[in-house]
């Protein structure tokens, strides 16, 4: 199934439910799992970009001082 990137979360929380799922050991921690998975938010495509090449900046390239001010401003 193919999804827009604002539902990257809710992807998230359908892959996390039915790993939860196939793998719950006791009831009473599969339904309190569920319910937590279940409050997801909106994602801003361009703020989510922006944190995830900061964090590579931050990460990867962090030899070069402005690599870290990349970082920094993205982040």
């Known amino acids: 199934m193919e999804r827009g990137f604002r539902d990257v979360l809710r992807l998230q929380s359908d892959v996390a ?3 939860a799922a196939a793998s719950a050991r ?3 921690a599969h339904y309190s799992s569920r319910s937590r998975f279940r ?3 909106a994602v801003n495509p ?12 931050m990460t ?3 030899s070069r001082p402005q690599d870290l001010t990349t970082a920094r401003v993205l982040l």
């Open 60 to 62: 990867n390239l962090f």
């Open 26 to 28: 006791t009831k009473s």
């Open 17 to 19: 439910q039915a790993i």
């Open 39 to 41: 409050s997801t938010r």
């Open 46 to 57: 361009e703020a989510y970009e922006a944190y995830l090449q900061g964090r590579f900046y």
